[in-house]
């Protein structure tokens, strides 16, 4: 029941609570947006048991990869 | 998928265990909190392809529910005028004598929720019913839990309860850390939990233990950063919370939410399976919202248990033993007949080596006797 999942907002609906479709890949779904109140249709967040409780920060998104993508190596150094 | 594939980009990930294998000069021992971490860990094979210990930690909500509350669960299910409403996952956790799902195919009124507002729609739907909602799980669900107990309130729901069994984060890992035992020298913790509460709780715990402890997210890539960090933390002697996830996660969590769980629950101490009672460890309702305890409203607070003599989720649990040190995993507990709790939830450490077909040492004939844990240092 942990596993919580990024979803995009499609569109928000009147509460109480307030609530949203979430796109997950295809798959649509009824969410509580009452955590989230300043996210938009086209926000992505994390849906827990049907409740977002985070927005994804796109800018922190890039800049992980980045990080990551500064590494060097690859297939050579594992393979050893 | 967008915030998933790319955080399970193969090149990627190489890059990143070739950097921890630079870093790393000693054997050091990695705890990942949660059991979704878990989850990817073992699947991805990650565990193996580094020279880091990873410790298996408490953090599956279904493995922690003590058997009493399961057979609580149990009793309230069987009345006929309940409605009994779960998450899915908690549904074939053993009880003493049987699970919900048991329980469900001899008549009983049991039903899976996708979120618990749809447990306080059936009691708006059902007036003639009384509908239970079985409230469990770490920090993660405590938002979604505590609204549902609100609406509950607020729509006047006489016929809607909550059997609260709420446990947090940071009082286990202190118990890892206070435990005669404790090879843990570095968390990863829970990303999502620190979605909800943010990291600072955790501050004084990396100072007082002078551990590591990393906020971590779910994905390959994720990891394998999280414990990048950890053990660069460990080879420099540093002991700080930094934040892996900072996708997700602020240092404030998310004030909206903690806003109404602190209205709804409050701390209190509390039993985790295998592990016993762990003071200021778990959440109850607060004086407001105690007219829908079901554990009171049904009268099963009392009811007490005990576990199957040959299962181990104690010391699954606490990270000091293996699935494949059981003697019953894979032949007397299976996910289709769990005997413990760890090998019925997705989240769950024994699941998650079933899953992954890794086989027991007293069933590997050649390979066996097979040591504490599965890893060691640099191969």
Known sequence: MCLGIPGRIVELAEGPPPMGVVDFDGVRRQVCLAYTPEARPGDYVIVHVGFAISRVDEEEAVRTLAVIRAIPGGMDEVSG | MKYLDEYRDPDLARRLVAEIRAVVTRPWSVMEVCGGQTHTIVRQGIDELIPVRMIHGPGCPVCVTPLEMVDRALEIAARPEVVFTSYGDMLRVPGTTADLLALKARGADVRVVYSPLESVRLAREHPDRQVVFFAVGFETTAPANAMAVLRGAEEGLANFSVLVSHVLVPPAMTAILDSSGNE????????????????????????????????????????????????????????????????????????????????????SDRAWRGIGVIPRSGLELTAEFAAFDAAARFGVADVTAREHPACIAG????????????????????????????????????????????????????????????QGGPR
């Open chain 2, 184 to 267: 843990v020298q570095a968390f990863l913790a829970a990303g999502h939990v620190c979605a909800v509460m943010g990291w600072t709780e955790y501050e004084p715990l990396a100072e007082r233990y002078r551990v590591p402890i990393v906020v971590t997210g779910f994905e390959p890539l994720d990891l394998l950063e999280g414990v990048l960090m950890a053990v660069r933390q460990l080879e420099e002697g540093r002991f700080e919370v930094e934040n892996q996830y900072a996708r997700a996660v602020r240092r404030g969590g998310n004030p909206t939410a903690l806003q109404t769980i602190r209205r709804v629950f409050r701390v």
């Open chain 2, 315 to 374: 010391e699954i649990l606490r990270g000091t033993r293996l699935p494949t040190d059981c003697v019953a995993y894979g032949t007397l507990c299976t996910p289709r007949h769990p005997l413990g709790a760890p090998m019925v939830s997705a989240e769950g450490t024994c699941a998650a080596f079933h899953n992954a077909g890794r086989a027991a040492f007293h069933n590997a004939g050649a390979l066996g006797p097979g040591t504490q844990r599965s």
